[in-house]
T-cell receptor
Framework: GAGVSQTPSNKVTEKGKYVELRCDPI?????LYWYRQSLGQGPEFLIYFQGTGAADDSGLPNDRFFAVRPEGSVSTLKIQRTERGDSAVYLC??????????????FGPGTRLTVL | GNSVTQMEGPVTLSEEAFLTINCTYTATGYPSLFWYVQYPGEGLQLLLKATKADDKGSNKGFEATYRKETTSFHLEKGSVQVSDSAVYFCALRGGGADGLTFGKGTHLIIQP
């Protein structure tokens, strides 16, 4: 079956611009996660959705970052007034459910964001 | 908070060598532990997992044992192949957090 998909695969923008990154989770998965992976680092947790609501947004670095999942499926990560330090690969993952000790997350290929 | 420390890379080995990649963690409570792998040009994939102390996760010849006394989850393989060349990430979930906490990753290079 189809895995997690993310669009675009690459995004180049200028400092100060607004960007949206999209994630399509595996069908039927209720949990959705966003991570950010900087060069040479492991992924860092940003936000977690259970259904439509953000259950944990403690990883969002500041109020320029926002994410939505209005219908409990597709999610969009929004970054306002982008800065060069926002350049990274943004990963999305989905999981059949959350709140259990075994919680395999299936990752998408990522969106590489470059802020010039 | 949660943290994961894994050995720095790159790690370069010859084919059929024995592999160990060290991973230690800090977390409250009883986290679940994972190894993820990222092959060149591909996304992150779960390699193996362990959900409680003394559990051994295994897959594709790789093994890791959840050691609570040493807060470790070292990855091992008895005989590596060129196709094992990838970046390996140790990760945990727990301590009240739903997201995964990852280490920095270890780049493994296997030479024929």
């Amino acid at each position: 079956g189809a895995g997690v998909s993310q669009t675009p695969s690459n995004k180049v923008t200028e400092k100060g611009k607004y960007v949206e990154l999209r994630c399509d989770p595996i069908s039927g998965h209720t949990a959705l996660y966003w991570y950010r992976q900087s060069l040479g680092q492991g992924p860092e947790f940003l936000i977690y959705f259970q259904g439509t609501g953000a259950a944990d947004d403690s990883g969002l670095p500041n109020d320029r970052f926002f994410a939505v999942r209005p219908e409990g499926s597709v999610s969009t990560l929004k970054i306002q007034r982008t800065e060069r330090g926002d350049s990274a690969v943004y990963l999305c993952a989905s999981s059949p459910r959350a709140g259990t000790s075994y919680n395999e997350q299936f990752f998408g290929p990522g969106t590489r964001l470059t802020v010039l | 908070g949660n943290s994961v420390t894994q050995m720095e890379g790159p790690v370069t080995l010859s084919e059929e060598a024995f592999l160990t990649i060290n991973c230690t963690y800090t977390a409250t409570g009883y986290p679940s532990l994972f190894w993820y792998v990222q092959y060149p040009g591909e996304g992150l994939q779960l390699l193996l997992k362990a959900t409680k102390a003394d559990d051994k996760g295994s897959n594709k010849g790789f093994e890791a044992t959840y050691r609570k006394e040493t807060t470790s989850f070292h990855l091992e393989k008895g005989s590596v192949q060129v196709s094992d060349s990838a970046v390996y990430f140790c990760a945990l979930r727990g301590g009240g957090a739903d997201g995964l906490t990852f280490g920095k990753g270890t780049h493994l290079i296997i030479q024929p």
